[in-house]
C-alpha cells in the first residue's frame, strides 16, 4: 500500500526505500551493487509502492542514516563506551542510546564460531554422543551443509529426534550456550550477546533437510508425520520454493510444465526473476512461450498473494512428481544417480 505524507516509517525496508529515494538513482545504483538479489527485489518493490514522500521524512531518514554511520565510525575507534560518549557531547543521552542500539545485533559475537570453521566428520566424533538437545543447539549455528552431514551420519533412530528438536528450538539462554562452549572446549571467553538468542525454527532445519540425500529425508519427514503432524505439514510446505526450479533439468522441468495451468504459469513468472523465467521459456514450445509472455505483458500489476499462491501450485506439483519418482530434486546429499 502507498505510503501517505502523514505515515510515520518505522520500518528498517520503508526507511531503506526513503534513503534510496532521496540519493538519486547514480548512488542508489552503486549501493545496489553490494546487496543480494533477494535484497534488491525486496527495496525496488518498496521503492516502487513508496508515494508521497515528504522533504521532512527525507531529512529525518537521513539524518538517522548519517548518525548510525558515525557511531560505526566511533566504534571502530575506540569502542562502545567511547561511540557512547560522543554520541552523547553530539546528540544526548537518549539519542545515543537509541543509536547504539540499533548496531547491538551486529556488534555481537555469534556463538559457536570455532564450531563453524571445523570439518564436519570431526565434529561429528566429537558430539554424536552427547544429548539429542545438544546437537541440536550446535547444528542450529552450523552452517546447512555441515549440519547436513551431520544429521545424515547420525544413528536413524535419533535424526527425527534432532530434526524435531531444532524445528522446535526457539530462544536458548546464554548461560546454556556458554555452558555447551565449555563442554566443547570452546575457544571463546565469552559471549557479548546478553539477550536471548533467536536459533534454530522451522527454517533452519528446512535448511538442513533440502541439502541432505533424499533417503534421510524421507525417513525424518515420515517420522516427524506420525510424532508431529502439523510441524511436519509445515516443514513440508517451505522445503521447496518455485526459485528451486533450477535445480531441475531440462526434461523434469518439461515434464512439469505438462501439469501445470498456462493461467497459473503466467502469474507465477510475474513474481520471478529473469534466470527462473529463462529456465522455463527455455522448456516451453515457441508458440506458447509467446502467449506465455503475451498474457504477462496484458494481464498488468499482479498481487504478490496471487502470484505466490500460483507459485505454490507449481511447486505442489513439483513435490508430486518427486514423491512418485517421475522427476529428480538434484541435493547436495548425494541422491543416487540413475544412467
Keep these: ?19 534510496l529515494i532521496a540519493l538519486g538513482p547514480e548512488k542508489s545504483a552503486a549501493i ?9 527485489e525486496e527495496l525496488t518493490l518498496e521503492i516502487a509502492n513508496t508515494r508521497n514522500i515528504t522533504p521532512q521524512m527525507k531529512e529525518e531518514v537521513i539524518r538517522e542514516f548519517y548518525q548510525v554511520c558515525l557511531a560505526q565510525q566511533y566504534i571502530a575507534e575506540g569502542g562502545i563506551n567511547y ?13 545515543a542510546m537509541d543509536v547504539i542500539g540499533k548496531l547491538t545485533a551486529s ?18 566424533n566429537f558430539i554424536q554422543d552427547e544429548h539429542p538437545q545438544t546437537i541440536a543447539l550446535i547444528m542450529s549455528y552450523l552452517s546447512a551443509n555441515q549440519a547436513a552431514l551431520i544429521l545424515s551420519a547420525l544413528p536413524p533412530d535419533r535424526q527425527a529426534d534432532v530434526a524435531k528438536r531444532i524445528a522446535v528450538m526457539d530462544r536458548t539462554s546464554p548461560d546454556v550456550i556458554k555452558e555447551v562452549e565449555k563442554v566443547l572446549e570452546s575457544k571463546l571467553a565469552s559471549l557479548v550477546n546478553q539477550d536471548y538468542t533467536i536459533i534454530g525454527g522451522v527454517d533452519a532445519v528446512v535448511d538442513i533437510l533440502n541439502t541432505v540425500d533424499r533417503g534421510t529425508e524421507k ?25 528451486d526450479i533450477l535445480l531441475l533439468d531440462d526434461r523434469a522441468i518439461q515434464r512439469v510444465l505438462r501439469d501445470v495451468d498456462n493461467g497459473d504459469l503466467a502469474i507465477a513468472l510475474k513474481g520471478s526473476n529473469e534466470e527462473v523465467q529463462n529456465a522455463i521459456f527455455n522448456n516451453l514450445s515457441k508458440r506458447l512461450g509467446v502467449m506465455i509472455r503475451e498474457d504477462m505483458e496484458f494481464m498488468g500489476p499482479v498481487r504478490m498473494k496471487d502470484v505466490e499462491e ?5 511447486v505442489n506439483i513439483i513435490r508430486k512428481l518427486e514423491d512418485s519418482a517421475e522427476i529428480v530434486i538434484s541435493r547436495g546429499g548425494g541422491d543416487e544417480i540413475i544412467v
Aim: negative net charge.
Design 219 to 243: 525417513h525424518i519427514m515420515e517420522t516427524l508425520e506420525i510424532e508431529e503432524p502439523e510441524l511436519a505439514d509445515e516443514i513440508r510446505k517451505k522445503m521447496f520454493v518455485f526459485e
Design 310 to 314: 500460483a507459485q505454490q501450485k507449481i
Design 107 to 124: 556488534l555481537q559475537v555469534k556463538p559457536f564460531e570455532f564450531v563453524r570453521k571445523t570439518d564436519a566428520t570431526q565434529l561429528l
Design 32 to 40: 545496489f551493487k553490494h546487496l543480494k538479489e533477494d535484497e534488491i
Design 83 to 95: 561511540a557512547k560518549e560522543l554520541l552523547e557531547k553530539s546528540f544526548g543521552a537518549e539519542k
Design 1 to 19: 500500500m502507498p505510503k501517505s505524507s502523514e505515515e510515520k516509517i518505522t520500518g528498517g525496508l520503508q526507511k531503506a526505500a526513503v534513503l
